[in-house]
């Protein structure tokens, strides 16, 4: 079955962040969480510290409508450079006023309201906001109640 899902990367806050994200949207991991530690070192790199092998390489979370987030970490002793940005949000659409004060409520809780959530021109029950991992989310409620 196709299916679309987004994949967040973080420095080395990746299992505090989807720890968080699980408690928000109350799933389960797939596959529980898998670590640099568990890949194989190729042939002629050298192995990962003791705290990179504890890192997330891999953890899958559903959130909601058969969307999935996935996430890694990727620091900079492994050869990456993460750039925060703004150009990805994730946006919610759920199914009633109320889920989406809650999920909106949870997701902000010590992070930054960007637009409070509101009746917009446009009809839509809309805010966004940027959590305390900094990823950004959209919450947009179609429904009427």
């Known amino acids: 079955m196709a299916r679309t899902s987004t994949y967040l990367n973080f420095a080395r806050s990746t299992e505090e962040a989807f720890t968080f994200y699980k408690s928000v949207f109350g799933t389960e991991f797939v596959g529980g969480i898998m670590r640099h530690g568990d890949v194989p070192v190729p042939e002629g790199q050298p192995a990962p510290s003791d705290d990179d092998k504890r890192l997330v390489i891999n953890v899958q979370l559903p959130i909601m409508g058969g969307h999935l987030l996935m996430g890694t970490d990727v ?50 029950y809309f805010g966004s906001l940027v959590d305390r991992f900094g990823v950004l989310w959209m919450v947009n409620c179609t429904s009427p109640s």
Do not use: H, K
Not at 80 to 101: K, M, S, W
């Open 75 to 124: 620091p900079e002793s492994m050869g990456f450079r993460l750039n925060q940005g703004n150009n990805v949000y994730i946006c919610l659409d759920p199914d009633t006023r109320a889920e989406a004060d809650t999920l909106f409520a949870a997701l902000s809780a010590g992070g930054t309201v960007q637009e409070p959530l509101q009746e917009m021109f446009w009809g839509d």
